[in-house]
């Protein structure tokens, strides 16, 4: 089916799952908000760390860094500090550099403009568009995609899917743009869901060609984590947050590394420690300066990295 095949079908199926959602969704701290910077925090929180744990963290980091002129002046071992734990710390300092734009500038309220913003591709610019600037544009995440498939038959393809999402998200009430977006995620999460998807309860299984035999939809799986290059920085990062002035020397470092590998991996020879120490320098994470590795790149502020480019 295509997106514009049964615009009535889409008004029905949008309005279903808006009752389902005032009904049932669970809460969430995201969710109650639209501040912008809010959302894009929570957003990129969101990228690739669990929703239970974002829970936790996600109103921690808004009291520690509460707008997005606190977030570009911090310093970054203490936004990395504040992020440690949630994983793929570059989002962090993405999203520094992010609010360092936005504080000179201010909010883009496009799209197009909110891709420009450091770390924020197009995804994440569809979301904060539609939940903090009321412009009715879809957002298609893993569990938005897995309904889609299910629910319309329709081609594993992006643009395909995009395009619906698009025509779901502008179809009613244009006054209920953010919560169209927290509803058609919410639903692929917890009805449509990958294993024992809930089409018993379901609202919209009207007329599902996969109603009571859904098919699991994949995902691209991810790499074993232990021994892996990713494993190491994670470690160094951790470790480093967690030492007074974010920063110790290299030699105890490495130790620290050794005396946990059971989780993180076989101790590392010389040639990876190197190639571990300079991809988290290449990116910014870590700075070494007289055998002491510290967390963040060397005293400079988000401005100046934001000027380097992204
Ligand atoms: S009926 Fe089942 S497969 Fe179809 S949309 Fe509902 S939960 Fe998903």
Redo the contacts with the bound molecule.
Sequence with gaps: MSANAAPVNLLRIRADLLDWYDREHRDFPWRVTRDPYAVLVSEVMLQQTQASRVADRFPRFLRRFPSAQALAEARAADVLAEWSGLGYNRRALSLQRASAMVARDGWPATVSGLEQLPGVGPYTARAVASLAFEIPVGVVDTNVR??FL??FAIADSPPELQRLADALAATGDAGQTDTWTHATME?GAS???SRE???GT????AG???????ARVAVPRQATLRGSDRAYRGAVLRDLTLRPGHAVPADVLRHALRADADRIGPALDDAGWERVLAALEGDGLVHQSGGVVAAGPPLQSAHEHEAEGR
């Design positions: 897995r309904w299910r629910r639903f009805v449509c869901r998807p809930r089409c379901c609202p919209i299984a599902c060609p996969s109603r009571g035999r859904a």
